[in-house]
Every structure is written in C-alpha cells, then in structure tokens.
Antibody, heavy 117, light 114 residues
Framework: EVHLVNSGGGLVQPGGSRRLSCAASGFTFSSYWMTWVRQAPGKGLEWVATITQDGSDRYYVDSVKGRFTISRDNGKNSLYLQMNSLRVEDTAVYYC??????????WGQGALVTVSS | QSALTQPPSASGSPGQSVTISCTGTSSDVGDYNYYNYVSWYQQHPGEVPKLIIYEVSKRPSGVPDRFSGSKSGNTASLTVSGLQAEDEADYYCSSSAGRGNLRVFGTGTKVTVL
C-alpha cells in the first residue's frame, strides 16, 4: 500500500525558513517524478514544484522561484521542500504527491505551514 | 501561469448529470504537444484530493464509470452522471503547461447535490 507522510509544518515568522519532508513507501520512489502542491485556507489547489526521478531537473511556480527548493533522497525514499524568505501568502497546507505523466495519483496527508508574526 | 478557469459552483438533483468546464489556453489544456495531460481531482471537505480522471478521459481503478472526461480545444470537461449524495465535493482540473515544464490547476468547482 502506498504511503506518503508529510512532516515539518508549523508556525514561522515572515522572512523565516521551514523545511518540509515527505517519507514515501509502498512504491518504487526512484521511478517517479515527485511534486509539491499547496492549498491556502479555504482556497484552491496550487502546483508548487516538481522534481524528476534522479533530481536532475526541477520546476517551480513563478511565485516561489528563488525562495523554495525541491529536493529528494532516493536512498531514503524521501522528498523535501526547503522554503526560505517565507511570506504571509505562503500560508497553506502543503501536500507531496507522486507524479506519473502530469497526474497526481497518491497524496500525503498534508502539512500546514502558517506564516505569521 | 494563470489558473485554469472553472465555474465556482454546479448543482444537480440525485440521478441527474452535471458537467464542469475547465478552460485554459493553447499553452496548457490546448497545447498540441501535450494535449492529453488533463486530469481531474475530487476533494471532500477536510480530505486529501483524489484522482478521478487522467489523460482527459481515463479512470483510475476503483473510480465509478459515472465519472467521465472529455476535451475540445482549450476546454476540458468533467461529467458526473447519475449524481449521488457522496459526489458533493470540490472538483479541480489540472494540466501540463509551459511546454511540459509546468503544471497548473483549475480554480475549482463546488458541486452540490440538491
């Protein structure tokens, strides 16, 4: 059974940093692109970032480019999102998902990041 | 990187059908080179999104055939036939974009079963 477990959420001040993690099991992690999707409170889904199987290519939504970094450790079956220079508008539940040709089949439970002073 | 456009709400009585549109541009939904990469997600309140349609019209295992997808030009559509109470949820489309390097979600549609 596929499991994606998000961790690392919490309260952070504007301008601060936070690192999210996603532990994967139940599938061949190294064979899948992986993606972060976020959802602000009461709002819709927003694609944030995607990383290829070997980590050689990474793609970001314009609003986080230069501030967020997606990475992975295939030896640990883990995905990460390093978030720097956080803004109030980054407040959201962050989901990790596996991606197979632009479809997101399995989702983590989400990690709430609240950016507030 | 603008969100795909969906109607904010749609509704129908049990047993009826409801169709939700998802309008993009020639750079995403209508991209000639990535024309098949539209998917749909169902999200009940407080729950994680669930994939219900991928590659425009394919259903993952376990998704009822009451859910169907189609696409024409820059607009994709999701039809829910034979509406049931449990279909009341938010629905989001998504597509490849930016010559395949990006992804984009729709604005979301709240479906109400009357």
């Amino acid at each position: 059974e596929v499991h994606l477990v998000n961790s690392g959420g919490g309260l952070v001040q504007p301008g601060g940093s936070r690192r999210l993690s996603c532990a994967a099991s139940g599938f061949t992690f190294s064979s899948y692109w992986m993606t972060w999707v976020r959802q602000a409170p009461g709002k819709g889904l927003e694609w944030v970032a995607t990383i290829t199987q070997d980590g050689s290519d990474r793609y970001y939504v314009d609003s986080v480019k230069g501030r967020f970094t997606i990475s992975r450790d295939n030896g640990k079956n883990s995905l990460y999102l390093q978030m720097n220079s956080l803004r109030v508008e980054d407040t959201a539940v962050y989901y990790c998902t596996n991606e197979d040709w632009y479809r997101f089949e399995y989702w983590g439970q989400g990690a709430l990041v609240t950016v507030s002073s | 990187q603008s969100a795909l456009t969906q109607p904010p709400s749609a509704s129908g009585s049990p047993g009826q059908s409801v169709t939700i549109s998802c309008t993009g541009t020639s750079s995403d939904v209508g991209d000639y080179n990535y024309y098949n990469y539209v998917s749909w997600y169902q999200q009940h309140p407080g729950e994680v999104p669930k994939l219900i349609i991928y590659e425009v019209s394919k259903r993952p295992s376990g998704v009822p055939d009451r859910f169907s997808g189609s696409k024409s030009g820059n607009t994709a559509s999701l039809t829910v036939s034979g509406l049931q109470a449990e279909d009341e949820a938010d629905y989001y489309c998504s597509s490849s974009a930016g010559r395949g390097n990006l992804r984009v979600f729709g604005t979301g549609t709240k479906v109400t079963v009357l």
